[in-house]
């Protein structure tokens, strides 16, 4: 394809829009349970939207030129910091998301332990198996070895022995989650600390999901251990204000402790013969939108409007919990401490029960097995969810009774027996295709019903999901030749 000759009109650009969106998820209304944050206030929404537009062309690459973008940033950051547990110390930064907080602490960890440590030559980063994958994405950019540790098999908790016995003379961070994405626990953030500081680690806590609304929790009753910049020992916090602060995406914050370690997160260069770059983040040019939204967001809410929606969010949660156990197939993963409920069945394939949902109008996310983690199907809970929480539980009530009824997929124990067989060392770009295929999927086309391909990526070993994943989406994302 190429551009239209001559430009359409507005009203053609808005339908051919509509309709290029109508397969997507629903983002409002409290169906989609991953992904989607809604608090349900329209009326906020609306002015975050148009504090995006309004700073939709300002250039957050040069604060000098926008010292709008800069009050806004640093009122963001001390909001964090006051509700992070900071003091006077506290500094930090905007960042587009935590998957960009998180990169940043890490090569803020690396550049501070390098200028005070360069004997180590490789430095080691200790990760609890329920860290985020960003940190391993932070890992792979930055080279940095990531050092994976069981957690407690029962609570999904990082396991503070584990991790005290990872610790070797090249280790220069350790990484604690509250929450943690897959299960919604909190891991004990100051015994972390205490090791830290024992041995001179930098304790970053990935507080991407679960920060905004911990400290709303507990002031309403919710028991919720320390898990700040309060906690002694603790270097660097990312929180994400586009997670369950409900403002719009490309909206993170990460904190550190004092300007002595922030200075390594910064990056500036005056080698080339271009205008001299300073940054603070991995971004370099930026729109001013997010950053207005989220100002937007939080100055409409206020704290009263936040209290309210982590009431809501926590009785849903509350509600979703009770309704899970009462059904005898399923069972919770660990002890949610969050509004994120992780649950799996001992008598029936939970990929098989996403689909059927999926049928019913619900999105529920699945996660594959990894370490103690059986597979499992994840449930982000919103404010919005309250209104849906009866009737997302019937349906699923009738539909892990369906799925009792069906029995296992026919072709998937046949599919994973040949899957695995294969030497996936050896295996070229061909084969995973045709894996693909049989699973149902067609080069460069998007699923229908899943379960059959997560059953047999649940089957298989780590790369050899990550292989046939990064071949699936190296198709998927390859534009209709020139002139077609
Ligand atoms: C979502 C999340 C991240 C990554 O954030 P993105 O905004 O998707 O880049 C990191 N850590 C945790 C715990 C998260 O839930």
Redesign the pocket.
């Known amino acids: 394809m190429k551009i239209p000759a001559k430009g359409l009109n507005p009203e053609e650009i808005f339908q051919q829009l509509e309709l290029i969106r109508s397969h997507d998820l629903e983002t409002h209304g409290g169906r989609t349970w991953a992904y989607v944050y809604d608090h349900g206030r329209r009326e906020v929404e609306e002015v975050a939207k148009k504090a995006y537009l309004m700073f939709l062309s300002e250039n957050g690459l040069d604060p000098t030129a926008f010292p709008s973008l800069l009050h806004l940033e640093n009122e963001l950051i001390a909001v964090a910091a006051a509700h992070l547990g900071g003091n006077s110390e506290t500094v930090g930064n905007f960042t587009s998301?935590?998957?960009?907080?998180?990169i940043l602490a890490v090569k803020a960890a690396r550049d501070h332990y390098r200028a005070i440590k360069p004997q180590q030559r490789r430095p080691e980063m200790i990760l609890p198996v329920t860290a985020?994958a960003?940190f391993h994405k932070a890992a792979h950019y930055l080279d940095v070895t990531p050092v994976m540790v069981a957690v407690d098999p029962d609570t999904f908790k990082a396991d503070l022995e584990a991790v005290r016995a990872a610790v070797t003379p090249d280790t220069i961070m350790v990484v604690g989650?509250a929450?943690?994405?897959a299960h919604g626990v909190l891991d004990p953030i100051e015994s972390l600390g205490r090791l830290a500081l024992e041995h001179d680690l930098w304790l970053h806590v990935?507080?991407?999901?679960?920060g905004w609304l911990l400290p709303y929790f507990r002031r309403l009753g919710h028991p919720v251990d320390a898990f700040d910049l309060s906690v002694p020992g603790v270097s660097s916090i990312?929180m994400?204000y586009?997670?369950y602060a409900y403002c719009p995406k490309g909206a993170?914050v990460v904190l550190y402790r004092n300007k002595a370690l922030r200075k390594y997160q910064m990056f500036a260069c005056a080698r080339w013969t271009g205008y001299t770059v300073i940054n603070t983040a991995v971004q370099s040019s930026k729109s001013g939108g997010p950053m207005a939204a989220a100002w937007a967001e939080l100055h409409c809410l206020g704290d009263e409007g936040y209290l309210e929606i982590a009431r809501r969010t926590l009785e849903a949660t509350q509600s979703v919990i009770a309704g899970i156990e009462a059904i005898p197939e399923l069972r919770i993963l660990g002890r949610p401490e969050f509004c994120l409920v992780a649950f799996t069945s001992d008598e029936i394939n939970v990929f098989q029960l996403i689909d059927e949902m999926r049928e019913c109008g619900w999105y529920l996310q699945p996660q594959l097995a990894f370490e103690s983690s059986p597979p499992n199907v994840h449930l982000s809970i919103t404010a919005a969810s309250l209104e849906r929480v009866e009737a997302m539980l019937a349906d699923l009530r009738q539909c892990v009774a369906r799925v009792k009824a069906a029995g296992p997929l026919a072709e998937a124990e046949m599919l994973i027996q040949a899957v695995k067989q294969v030497d996936f060392s050896q295996v070229d770009e061909n084969a995973l295709s045709q894996m693909l295929a049989m699973a149902g999927i067609s080069p460069g086309g998007l699923p229908d019903r899943m379960a059959l391909v997560n059953e047999v990526l649940n089957a298989l070993p780590p790369q050899a999901r990550e292989q046939i994943l990064i071949t699936y989406f190296n198709d998927l994302f390859t534009p209709k030749a020139a002139g077609s």
């Open positions: 998301g935590g998957t960009e907080s998180i985020h960003a989650s929450v943690s994405y990935d507080a991407c999901v679960g990312s994400d586009h997670k993170s």
